[in-house]
């Protein structure tokens, strides 16, 4: 036999023993009864609204339900550009829960920001609130003493984790392998979801996950993201997708998982919950301060809180992950493409990756058809911003499709934008003003942003899966998480939607659409921000150096674009280009674009190194791995 075989046959063995490896009822009802006897689950608080504090946001929220008629809703909207009030916002809706907090999320780490937002939920449980979260399994609670904690600390706190193949909150890399091996389609499908709803009234929901980096706490790389705020008819949306995939059979109860449930049976007494060791516990301690203070709040949040009609909340449903070809188990990838498809004048949309479904494709064709073709402008990530370059390989191969079939205007994010860096400034800096939301700390707002105008926060995910490319230039460095789209200045939507095939046919997506003006304007302005020069490269075609030879290149590169597979020109249609100094920004299609614009390569600012080469490599050969990218 080949030894080469050998690493295979593993695997299969592997995911034989892992299929046949099921809980027995007798050790799921052995571990349940350890942990309701766990001591410690006794509430601190007999009082019957849970000693809740007061939030200015939920009254907003209570307010505009009791102000709401089946004819005629009325929903509190807010944008949560800024990562410190996403986070400010999350801490005071949690504290003022009454009856039951709700939390859906895609990765929940164990830095900072995931110690801090799990500690208020296991305080608000310990009071008596009903707390339950469900977070995917693959990228979430990597610990199993945590996991056993979780399980054992109160009895209003309950914890599920969605999808885990192989019935296990952890997945070693032999398990990994395994789920591609044998069961590819299961493994491949992930909740992406992300929702925080508080006493079903009022929820968060957007592009944040629960890490150092997804709200500006990362000194090294984060990420630029939004959420919105919804209150009101809307919160009840919420709760009823939320409990779709609470009580769907691929949410597991942590005493249903073998490696959590063989650990709470092999230790009838492990210690109670542990106090949170924050690196930053400065940084944490002004967050809460922030949170309980009602200016603070209203001159970041409050002060910008808009009272619309018409708010929906659209999730895919937890069925798409069984039956994917099913229209009914898209709701929100349905909703998107509708509100794309009856664009007349603009659609302004902002997506980390760049890589269009079939059906997205269709609809911007018809679109670009149209007379006059509305405009579409895009924000993405560059491969010097990215974490994910295989995925920005495949929107670099079809850059000439994008700008002349779809009539594209991309720009991508540079690694150092500006916004990015003084958002993480904001969010990480000293208090020689004063103490948070002292009147000095309130009246910085103004200094900071010229014209009180919002910018986008800076946010993080992924820690060590996903290194980006190295770079020329040194200091942190951003990557863009945020999910957006405006449609001709009236609709709007924020949520955890990539516009890309996974989102369209794999992972369940969820996010609030918001028909008025006033917000539309709002997230058009904030994702237009972003396409600023000293924020992105624009990208336009490439001007031909060599008479004759260049437009040779051209060509033989259209041709190689179009193949199925084997795309090996290395000179495509379209190249990055810099603005140069004292010019305004322009479209490339501007007359004179070349004149104020001046090209800086394919991958400006990226060093040679093997994703690099690995980039090109995927842009000639990786064409059918779109959906797994």
């Known amino acids: 036999m080949s030894f080469r075989r050998l690493p295979l046959l593993s695997v ?97 780490d164990e830095d900072d920001i995931g110690q801090l937002v799990l500690d208020e939920l296991v305080q608000a449980a310990r009071r008596g609130v009903r707390v339950r979260i469900l977070a995917d399994q693959l990228f979430s609670f990597g610990d199993l003493a945590l996991l056993d904690r979780l399980a054992r600390v109160s009895p209003h706190l309950e914890v599920k984790l969605y999808n885990p193949t192989f019935h296990d909150a952890q997945t070693p890399p032999l398990q990994f392998a395994a789920g591609v091996v044998c069961c590819f389609m299961k493994f491949n499908q992930r909740m992406h979801n992300k929702l925080l709803l508080v006493d079903d009234t009022i929820g968060i929901t957007g592009g944040r996950n629960y890490q150092n980096r997804y709200f500006n706490w990362d000194p090294d790389f984060d990420y630029l993201d939004r959420d919105v705020m919804a209150g009101g008819p809307v919160g009840r949306e919420m709760a009823d997708s939320f409990e779709l995939f609470w009580n769907h059979k691929r949410s597991v109860p942590l005493i249903r998982l073998r490696d959590v449930n063989r650990r709470i049976r092999s230790d009838a007494s492990p210690p109670g919950w542990l106090a949170p060791h924050y690196t930053d516990p400065v940084r944490v301690a002004r967050a809460q301060s922030e949170a309980e203070n009602p200016d603070w709040l209203a001159a970041w949040i409050g002060d910008d809180t808009l009272r619309v009609s018409q708010v929906n909340y659209f999730s895919d449903l937890p069925a798409k992950t069984d039956e994917p070809h099913k229209r009914d188990a898209r709701d929100f990838t349905a909703q998107l493409m509708h509100m794309v498809a009856d664009a007349k004048h603009e659609v302004v949309l902002q997506t980390p990756y760049l890589v269009m479904s079939r059906r997205a494709q269709d609809i911007f064709k018809k679109l670009h058809k149209q007379d006059p073709a509305p405009d579409i402008i895009v924000s993405t990530n560059s491969l010097a911003a990215t974490d994910a370059f295989a995925v920005y390989a495949l929107s670099y191969k079809h850059r000439r499709r994008y700008l002349t079939e779809y009539g594209f205007q991309i720009h991508e994010l540079k690694p150092h934008a500006d916004s990015a860096e003084e958002a993480f400034e904001e969010a990480n800096e000293t208090e020689d003003d004063g103490p948070a939301g002292t009147p000095l700390a309130l009246a910085d707002k103004t200094r900071r942003y010229p014209g009180n105008e919002r910018r986008p926060g800076v946010f993080g995910r992924g ?54 003006p006033r917000f539309a304007s709002e997230v058009r302005d904030s994702i237009l921000d972003d396409t600023l020069p000293q924020n992105a490269w624009t990208i336009g075609k490439r001007e031909p150096t060599i008479p004759v030879l260049g437009d040779i290149s051209l060509a033989i590169g259209d041709i190689s674009a179009r193949l199925p597979l084997f795309d090996l020109w290395p000179f495509r249609y379209a190249t990055s280009y810099e603005i140069k100094p004292g010019c305004i920004p322009l479209a490339p299609d501007n007359p004179k674009f070349r004149q104020c614009y001046t090209a800086v390569g394919d991958f400006p600012d990226v060093a040679i190194s093997p994703k690099l080469i690995y980039t090109r490599l995927i842009t000639a050969f990786g064409a059918g791995v779109k959906g797994v990218l």
């Open 12 to 108: 299969l063995l592997l995911v034989a023993l892992l299929q046949g490896c099921t809980l027995s009822r007798a050790h799921i009802r052995e571990a349940g009864d350890i942990v309701a006897a766990s001591p410690g689950r006794a509430d601190t608080c007999q009082q019957a609204d849970r000693c809740a504090k007061p939030s200015p946001l939920l009254a907003a929220a209570q307010q505009a339900l009791a102000d709401s008629t089946p004819d005629h809703p009325v929903n509190t909207v807010a944008l949560l550009d800024d990562s410190e009030a996403a986070l400010a916002a999350r801490i005071s809706l949690i504290r003022a829960a009454q009856h039951s907090i709700d939390v859906q999320t895609y990765i929940w």
């Open 463 to 516: 820690g060590k899966r996903n290194r980006p490319a190295p770079l020329h230039s040194g200091g942190r460095r951003y990557s863009l998480h945020a999910k957006s789209m405006v449609v001709d200045d009236s609709f709007a939507m924020v949520g955890s939607h990539n516009f890309d095939p996974r989102s369209d046919h794999y992972n369940t997506e969820a996010g609030v659409i918001v028909q008025d």
